[in-house]
């Protein structure tokens, strides 16, 4: 493993016991890096750093940030803290519990949100009333789009464990310093066993996909829940807007349990696990806290893949030999699976407290403490590189601060967490900060914070590339205008970057349209872009596409680009969505007679054409046509498909009138003989497109004239030679 670039003290017991008036045990120590800080919250103290070590602020009290706010987070500084910084955000967030009438309720979270990326300036302040009579104790967060998750362990007054406990405060609110609220499942009335669980942190600049729970995570060992050793995943999906829609898993049972590799959590032979870590010059063991998992449970998403990865304390040979299990799981939203698992424990030494995460490139690191009978407890770490094989560390280990003293304290409690982060600058300085002792007594420890990175991490980044659509709205026929930006993160030029975006069916690449020497291949229906980023540049390319007509209304156009940065794996950006707004028109239909005057017993022939001006095909269109009471239908005369109803004497016809096209029916029917007067036969046609509101045709007229006969008589004379 590498060396560490920066090492310097962070908290330590005597802060505590100046700040506070008292020493505690053990320090809970947590801290996360942003791009210019380094801050550290350890039980009841906390300071901030530049990454260079210099001191910025603190160390002060936790409470401190709650100073002129009142009530029990102004007035309390119980600890169990947590800091995290929120990279989507650019924010930090800290969070401790209050408990003011401990150990009965009520009991608080007080979370603070920093009003800018800069930690030592203002921050909006919040005061949760978690529960009125279940303790929020071992509260862990993680930073999410939707919210801020915490894991709680539940204890009644009388200290009895009450069960798991999943929250998520209203993120978008908070970093708005609006009021806020939270929304809570309380999983002891589900199983009991529940408990020990992490909610998933993000790392990296890449959000998970729209819509995505956070994921909570604990493990279980078969003796606990059966039938066998498992990692049981729970998906929290929250509904700010109708809170009642919220879940956490299926009703509080998770959403998977996978079975893992056996291991054995039960150090010294006893369960819960007691005190086995053995230091020099004592006989004072230590716990190794191996009923949980460790913090943090960290997310990523890679685009071609997410991952989880987490670790926890183990028993390795039956022999209280305290090792690391870790765990990388992929396809949390998915089909989730263990994708690697291993168990570190190189030696004889006894390896525990860690904290594993992931660099932007799928590198881990792995920080823990390390004791034994001759090897005071230390820091060091271990990795591995996304080329090792899998379930292995091979990367060796390195010390970030080797302990000078042992713990002697009656409580043998070592510490309750640490934590491993990931500089988001360039994604690849992991942050590690553990505590230790400079000399043996009884509680005067120290913690350490310290940075280091695998060399091979020094590649292009373009993990933040994103592509943009001119509209999510558009109709057919329009033109769409893409964008797409790529910003290298890292040190190192992307020297031999490409970029991909094979075009949807329904666009069609506008000639010209693609800049900074972006090419379409026909063949293949492809932007494609080579070139170079230089590091910490940024360039866009644009192109336009007009849209297919016809496309029916409510169709999507989705698209999205394939990243290579020349060195690491090809990745998609997050899909860009243009939903296709559209309308069939039939309004330029038109109806026509053969002939506008006649005689009675004629035969009149009438035309209906059907136009579609609009932008979608009219699929369910109806022609609607009732025939004036001096006609008689001809039988057989209807053409296109068109039928005549005896009962109703209506003519009717249905079916499709694509976009842009025209099509006409025929009928015909005889002029109701006799007629003794002129008569006017008027005829109108319903058109119904399927989806705009049915209209009648312009009215047509015959005027039918009777037929006038003459009776001629001959002249008959009086003939009076004959006698008349």
Known sequence: ??????????????DNQILTGSAVLPPDTNGDVGPNHYVQWVNNSFAIWNK??????????????????????????????IVLYDPLADRWLMSQFALPDYPNGPFYQCIAVSQTPDPT????????????????????????????????????????YAGAGAFVFDRANMLAGNPATFQYFDLDLVNPNFGGMLPSDLDGAKPPPAGSPNYFVEVDDSSLIAPSDALRIWEFHVDWTTPANSTFGFSGQPNTVLSTGAFDPNMCSSNPPVNCIPQPGTTRKLDAISDRLMYRLQYRNFGTHESLVVNHTVDV???????????????????????QQGTYAPDANHRWMGSIAMDGNGNMALGYSVSSGTVYPSIRYTGRLTSDPLGTMPQGESTLMAGGGSQEHSSSRWGDYSMMAVDPVDDCTFWYTQEYYQTTSSADWRTRIGSFKFPFCSNPNLSTAVERASSSTATP???????????????????????????PLSLTYVSGSASDGAVYVASTRAITWT?????????????????????????????????????????????????????????????RVSSVSASPGGVLTYTVT???????????????????????????????????????????????????????????????????????????????DGVNPAFETVAVTTTVTPTIWRLSIPYLAKNHAAGW
């Open 531 to 591: 070139g170079v980023v230089t590091a910490g540049s940024a360039l866009s390319v644009t192109y336009s596409a007009v849209i297919t007509s016809p496309l029916d209304n409510g169709s999507l156009i989705t698209n999205a680009a394939t990243i290579y940065d020349g060195v690491n794996a090809p990745f998609e950006t997050a899909p860009v969505t243009t939903t296709i707004s559209s309308s069939p028109n039939l309004s330029a239909s038109a109806k």
């Open 317 to 339: 040979d039956g022999a209280d030999h305290a090792g690391i299990r870790w765990y990388e799981l992929r396809d949390p939203g998915g089909a989730p699976t263990i994708y």
């Open 477 to 503: 026929g329009q033109i769409l205008t893409y964008t797409l930006s790529l910003t290298n993160t890292s040190t190192l030029d992307a020297s031999s970057a490409r970029l991909t975006d094979t075009l």
């Open 52 to 81: 260079s070590g210099t001191l910025l602020y603190g160390p002060a009290a936790g409470n401190t940030l709650w100073s002129g706010f009142g009530g029990a987070c102004q007035t309390q500084n119980d600890g169990d803290p």
């Open 121 to 160: 300036g203002a921050w909006h302040r919040y005061a949760f009333l978690a529960h009125n009579t279940k303790m929020n104790d071992y509260p862990k967060f993680g930073v999410w789009p939707d919210g801020y998750y915490m894991s709680v362990n539940q204890f009644s007054s009388s200290g009895a």
């Open 1 to 14: 493993m590498p060396s560490p670039i920066q090492g310097f003290e962070g908290v330590n017991n005597n």
């Open 610 to 688: 059907l136009s579609n001006t609009g932008n979608m095909n009219a699929y369910s269109a109806r022609l609607t046509d009732t025939l004036p009471i001096t006609l008689t239908y001809s039988p057989g005369s209807t053409t296109g498909g068109a039928i005549y109803t005896t009962a109703t004497r209506t003519i009717t016809w249905m079916g499709v009138v694509t976009a842009g096209s025209a099509l006409s029916l025929t009928y015909s029917a005889v002029i109701t003989s006799p007629l003794s007067i002129v008569a006017t036969i008027t005829n109108v046609a319903t058109i119904y």
